[in-house]
T-cell receptor, first 115, second 113 residues
Framework: EAQVTQNPRYLITVTGKKLTVTCSQN?????MSWYRQDPGLGLRQIYY???????DKGDVPEGYKVSRKEKRNFPLILESPSPNQTSLYFC??????????????FGDGTRLSIL | AQKVTQAQTEISVVEKEDVTLDCVYE???????LFWYKQPPSGELVFLIR??????QNEISGRYSWNFQKSTSSFNFTITASQVVDSAVYFC??????????FGDGTTLTVKP
C-alpha cells in the first residue's frame, strides 16, 4: 500500500530533550516536506526536500533540523524542544522534485506535547 | 511571498444545503498550482483537486465543483446537497512550486442533520 508513515504518532516529552520524528514513504517520491498544524493557523511549512541531500527552509524552520540521506526517509529533529513546538506535525511527499502540479500525500500526523 | 486567504473560519449548514468555500490567493509566479485538501475529524489530510494557473476550466465531480478565476485570484469550492460526512476542515493551498507550499488557515464546515 502506498503510504507515508510517521512515527511516533503521539509523544509527550520535556523541554530540552532531543527528539526525532521519523517519516518514510514507499512511493519513490522525489519531494518531501514537513508541516506543523496549529489551531487557526492552517499548515505551515517547516522544511522541504526536493532530492536526496537537498533540503531547504520553509516558513517556520527555527528550532528544527532535517536530513535527507535516503530518498524514502525525511526525519524531523528537534534538538532542544520547547513548549512552543507543541503541535500536530505532518510529513508529506509528492512525485515531482519541486512538488509542482502533484498532490501531496500526507502521513497520519504526529502529536507532540512538550512540557 | 505567497499567501492564501480563507476568510470563512467556520461554516454551519443543514444537510442538503449547498455551500461554497472561498479561497483567495496571492503569488508573483506566472505559473502556479492550486489545491484543495480535506481533513475530516479523524485527522488525515485528503487531496481533493488541483488546478494549474494556465487551466481555468472549472470542474464538477459528483457533488463537488470548483470555480477557478484568475482575474480575481480565487479558487472556490462548492458542495452541492451537503451531507453530514462532508463535515471537515477544508484547506486551500498554493504550491508546492519550487518546493515552497502555502496553505490557508482552513474552513471548518459543519453539516447538521
Amino acid at each position: 500500500e502506498a503510504q507515508v508513515t510517521q512515527n511516533p504518532r503521539y509523544l509527550i516529552t520535556v523541554t530540552g530533550k532531543k527528539l526525532t520524528v521519523t517519516c518514510s514513504q514507499n512511493m519513490n517520491h522525489e519531494y518531501m516536506s514537513w508541516y506543523r498544524q496549529d489551531p487557526g493557523l492552517g499548515l505551515r511549512q517547516i522544511y522541504y526536500s526536493m532530492n536526496v541531500e537537498v533540503t531547504d527552509k520553509g516558513d517556520v524552520p527555527e528550532g528544527y533540523k532535517v536530513s535527507r540521506k535516503e530518498k524514502r526517509n525525511f526525519p524531523l529533529i528537534l534538538e532542544s524542544p520547547s513548549p512552543n513546538q507543541t503541535s500536530l506535525y505532518f510529513c508529506a511527499s509528492s512525485l515531482s522534485a519541486t512538488g509542482a502540479n502533484q498532490p501531496q500525500h500526507f502521513g497520519d500526523g504526529t502529536r507532540l506535547s512538550i512540557l | 511571498a505567497q499567501k492564501v486567504t480563507q476568510a470563512q473560519t467556520e461554516i454551519s449548514v443543514v444537510e442538503k444545503e449547498d455551500v461554497t468555500l472561498d479561497c483567495v490567493y496571492e503569488t508573483r509566479d506566472t505559473t502556479y498550482y492550486l489545491f484543495w485538501y480535506k481533513q475530516p475529524p479523524s485527522g488525515e489530510l485528503v487531496f481533493l483537486i488541483r488546478r494549474n494557473s494556465f487551466d481555468e476550466q472549472n470542474e464538477i465531480s459528483g457533488r463537488y465543483s470548483w470555480n477557478f478565476q484568475k482575474s480575481t485570484s480565487s479558487f472556490n469550492f462548492t458542495i452541492t446537497a451537503s451531507q453530514v460526512v462532508d463535515s471537515a476542515v477544508y484547506f486551500c493551498a498554493l504550491g508546492p512550486n519550487a518546493g515552497k507550499s502555502t496553505f490557508g488557515d482552513g474552513t471548518t464546515l459543519t453539516v447538521k442533520p
